[in-house]
């Protein structure tokens, strides 16, 4: 992790620097995170959800559970691209907690796993520290070995499950068979989850901040304000939460006050409360990615093209041709270590809620502090589309 640099943990945003390393080698790191094991979803219908991400996505047909092995509660597909593994759940009974959750919700995340070695212990020093519990250490077992399971609560109604399968070689979890499917379109590049940001509600972020600090062992990687990220109608907050070993970072925003209604506070009055915001994909090669995306389907946010008039002064020389990129809508950010290259999907549900980044990172470690302005003019354009702005 060397060259990281982190804030100190405070509420001021004085530019105290210092690497990442030095942070987590001053306790043991009690909370392991190995990365990502899965998100899941709670849908109204997996069947045609899944279709979509491998339609539009790239996601490739991965293990499958439901009335066919045995699941008479609900049904969930698991697609898979390279590192990236989405389920999809939607209930096949009513008035369970997944359909409320759905009627609450809509479609959203409900699960960020993490996949850790040892499953009991990760609940143990989280809800030591005052998470809530969501799930104690469970274990299931089929004729693949055995899985061990935990979770505690965080936002909103989103939990996160500790996944320990370093006894288990079946294809996902037990109780889930191979999903064989006749339809498999090529996948686009895809490679793993570089964030995933959430929302909470008026003057909650330091709240979930400290959440992650103390419950969770992460330290402030970055601090944005209400003058970072404005424009001259709306405005958030954001700090971004990561852990030891800096493959689990999650953004945290709260909306500020503005002149018109901020895009935070439009995905909490449709979400009806704190949520994953958005999921950040990383590809090694964003054009072809985003060509790709482009043709089945995908809808980005719009970027005006006199945003291209400027960025090479902001950003200086670049490997790719500026033309493609200008063409994709596709926007670059440079820090001390690199540039980015990033775009963001409209909402891929109905509600104006969840959404999904395409990032490629060429040394930046940041998250395209210098695009903000541009897109979140974009995102008041759809707003003001959506009459909610
Ligand atoms: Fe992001």
New binding site residues.
């Given amino acids: 992790m060397d060259g990281i640099k982190i804030e100190k943990m405070s509420d001021n945003t004085e530019n105290t620097e210092v690497s990442l390393e030095k942070i987590f080698d001053e306790a043991e790191d009690f909370l392991p995170l190995n990365g990502t094991d899965y998100v899941e979803f709670y849908v109204g219908n997996a069947k045609q959800a899944a279709h979509y991400y491998k339609s539009a996505f790239g996601f490739q047909s991965h293990a499958f559970s439901g009335l066919e092995t045995g699941n008479t509660e609900n049904v969930s597909y698991v697609l898979s691209q390279d590192k990236i593994r989405l389920v999809l759940t939607t209930p096949l009974n009513a008035d369970g907690p997944i359909n409320k959750h759905l009627n609450e919700h809509g479609d959203g995340v409900k699960v960020i796993a993490l996949w850790v070695d040892d499953a009991t212990r990760s609940w143990e020093e989280t809800t030591s520290r005052g998470a809530k519990s969501f799930m104690e250490p469970t274990t299931t077992k089929d004729k693949d070995g055995e899985v061990v399971q935990s979770g505690i609560h965080t936002y909103g109604e989103t939990v996160h499950i500790f996944v320990e399968r370093k006894n288990y070689n079946g294809i996902f979890l037990p109780g889930f068979v191979k999903w064989e499917s006749n339809y498999n379109p090529p996948p686009l590049g895809l490679k793993f989850i ?2 995933m ?1 959430g929302n909470v509600g008026w003057g909650e972020m330091n709240k979930w901040v400290d959440f992650y600090a103390k419950v969770m062992g992460f330290a402030q990687l970055i601090s944005f304000d209400d003058k970072d990220i404005s424009t001259e109608y709306t405005a958030l907050m954001s700090k971004v939460m990561t852990n030891g070993n800096g493959r689990i970072k999650f ?1 945290i925003n709260e909306p500020a006050k503005g002149k018109k209604k901020s895009q935070i506070e439009e995905y909490i009055d449709f979400y009806k409360g704190s949520g994953v915001q ?1 999921v ?1 994909l990383a590809t090694d090669n964003i054009i072809e990615t985003v060509t790709s995306l482009t043709e089945r389907g995908v809808d980005f946010l719009y970027v005006p093209s006199n945003y291209y008039d400027t960025v090479m002064d902001r950003v200086g020389e670049i490997d790719e041709d500026l033309e493609p990129l200008q063409k994709l809508g596709i926007l670059i950010d440079r820090d001390d270590e690199g540039y980015l290259l ?1 775009i ?1 999907t409209k909402p891929v549900e109905d509600r104006p809620t969840v959404f999904y ?1 395409i ?1 490629q990172r060429k040394g930046a470690k940041s ?2 502090k210098g695009n903000f302005k541009a897109l979140f003019e974009a995102i008041e354009r759809e707003q003001g589309n959506r009459g909610t702005l």
């Fill in positions: 570089d964030h940001v953004p958005h950040a990033q963001f980044e990032i998250f395209g």
